[in-house]
């Protein structure tokens, strides 16, 4: 009996799991106009979620091309990213400029943020918008399963050696010029109509 449930159990749960939909790995935030934005992203980049996370943080409404310029200038060390929430790690004059002290050069993290940035940039090109608008509408990065490996202590001991990958996505958008209003003409007031018919009358009456 209990075998003929279990096997009745088993092929139900089957049967539920073959009727759910495929998980959609959908993007944290949705553009307005789906048709003036770019979209890149990445799963699982080898490359710490702390680095990346301050990173990504930096460029968040930048324009294209000067995040390109920036993301140069760290890599030969002229400029800095800030690192205002993962703090604890050195001091540089080059952070100031953001208002802070504390700040660093992830060379991996910027590389994979540059290459995820061209992509965009490709993408965007091939939906024919004009890529000296484009900025920086959405970025993030997230925490990606931890990937397990093993360091050999002393005394036969073994301890876990994790790395941190991320998955990072970004949206970018066309900046449109902002379109001023058609100025209000002024529509003759009712009082004014009549006074003007009036007028018009009297001269009529006059020239009889």
């Known amino acids: 009996i209990r075998d003929s449930i279990n096997a009745e159990y088993m092929g139900s749960a089957v049967s539920c799991k073959s009727r759910l939909p495929p998980m959609v790995k959908r993007y944290a935030r949705e553009p307005r106009v789906p048709a003036k934005t770019a979209k890149a992203r990445g799963f699982d980049i ?16 930048m324009n294209v ?7 140069r200038d760290v890599l030969s060390h002229k400029r ?14 080059q952070a100031k400029e953001w208002g802070t002290n504390q700040g660093r050069w992830p060379r991996k993290s910027v590389e994979a943020v540059l290459a995820l ?5 490709a993408n965007a090109e091939a939906k024919g918008i004009d890529t000296k608008t484009l900025y920086i509408s959405h970025i993030q990065a997230n925490r990606a399963q931890k990937q ?4 050999y202590r002393a005394h036969g001991r073994i301890n ?9 996505e970004l949206i970018l958008s066309s900046r449109v010029k902002p379109v001023k209003p058609p100025t209000k003409s002024k529509k003759p007031k009712k009082d004014e109509g009549k006074e003007k018919s009036k007028k018009k009358e009297t001269a009529k009456k006059e020239k009889k």
Request: charged content about 30%; overall charge positive; some cysteine.
């Open 46 to 61: 080898r490359t710490h979620f702390r680095n990346t996370r301050e990173t990504v943080r930096v460029i968040k409404g």
């Open 65 to 71: 091309k000067i995040a390109n310029r920036y993301f």
């Open 80 to 93: 800095c990213i800030p690192f205002r929430r993962q703090s604890g790690c050195g001091r540089t004059r």
């Open 117 to 121: 940035l061209k992509n965009a940039t």
């Open 148 to 151: 397990r490996r093993r360091t």
């Open 160 to 168: 876990p050696y994790m790395s941190s990958p991320c998955h990072i």
